[in-house]
């Protein structure tokens, strides 16, 4: 177990690395407003997830630490929930959610997530997603959310219950 999860931690950095280049042209257009690389989530899925895609809400808590603001130096942590529905399987997802960001600050804000990119490198599930801060701190600016699901059993897709549950790291990128 110890050893998926440095693995999945491995596969998150390289995959946080690889999309650097699209941070970079959010941020040539656009100054980095906030970057937070060290997050945690834990996710809830209803129903749970099997191999045939189906109407599917997801609730998730989380985390984020590390973050790094140019324009509000006060921050440097947030807690974050996001709620969301969409069409899911063990294979695939894309769902449409709003995830309200409570920083450290006292400032909240809240973001839209419009497209998700579910990709399965190595059997690990990894979600990208692209969104705007539609209110509160950072509105109007660009996010860029992702997320590797270390915990996901894929045994589990198997079964009439399904996957249920799942966590991992998170990092969150906010330019403007």
Not at 18 to 47: H, K, M, N
Not at 62 to 84: E, K, R
Not at 129 to 148: D, K, L, N, P, Y
Request: aromatic letters at 6%.
């Amino acid at each position: 177990m110890k050893i998926g999860r440095i693995a999945a931690a491995g596969l998150f950095l390289a995959l946080l690395t690889s999309l650097l280049p699209v941070g970079a042209q959010l941020a040539s257009a656009s100054e980095t407003l906030v970057a937070c690389p060290d997050g945690t989530e834990a996710t809830d899925f209803q129903p749970g997830l099997t191999f045939v895609p189906q109407p599917t809400t997801v609730h998730v808590d989380g985390t984020l630490g590390s973050c790094v603001s140019t324009s509000n130096p006060a921050i440097n942590n947030a807690t974050f929930t996001i709620n969301g529905s969409g069409t899911a399987s063990c294979l695939t997802a894309s769902f449409n959610s709003t995830m309200v960001v409570h920083w450290n600050s006292g400032a909240n804000s809240v973001i839209r997530y419009n497209l998700t990119v579910n990709i399965k490198p190595a059997g690990e599930t990894v979600f990208v997603s692209e969104g705007e801060v539609v209110s509160g701190q950072f509105a109007g600016a660009q996010v860029v959310r992702t997320t590797v699901e270390a915990t996901l059993d894929a045994l589990k897709c198997l079964t009439v219950q399904g996957v249920m549950t799942a966590s991992g790291p998170t990092a969150l990128v906010i330019v403007g």
